[in-house]
């Protein structure tokens, strides 16, 4: 008679569990934890022009909001003239 390894937690053999069970209950629980993982990680932002910790609003000199609209009206002027259609997106 060959003999099968198992493993028991009791001596007299009531509670038995096969080797491939284990295996695959370990493999499954390491598999659900790297996802979990993945999934915390992917959803942080570490961008750093959305980084506000305070929720505080932003504040931007008013020389520099002309020269960003300025800049969003020269965009649109050269892609207008080459034809290209276009929706500028700025701010969140």
Known sequence: MPFKRR???????????RPGV??????????VVIAVIYYQL??????WYNT???NEPC???EKEMRDLLSLAEDVHV???K????????YGR
């Open 7 to 17: 493993f028991s937690l009791y001596q007299n053999g009531a509670f038995t569990v």
């Open 22 to 31: 284990i295996r695959t209950s370990v493999i499954f629980l390491l598999v």
């Open 42 to 47: 992917n959803m942080r932002n570490y961008a």
């Open 52 to 54: 506000n910790p305070k």
């Open 59 to 61: 504040v931007t000199p």
């Open 78 to 80: 050269v892609l207008t």
């Open 82 to 89: 080459m034809g290209i259609n276009h929706f500028l997106v």
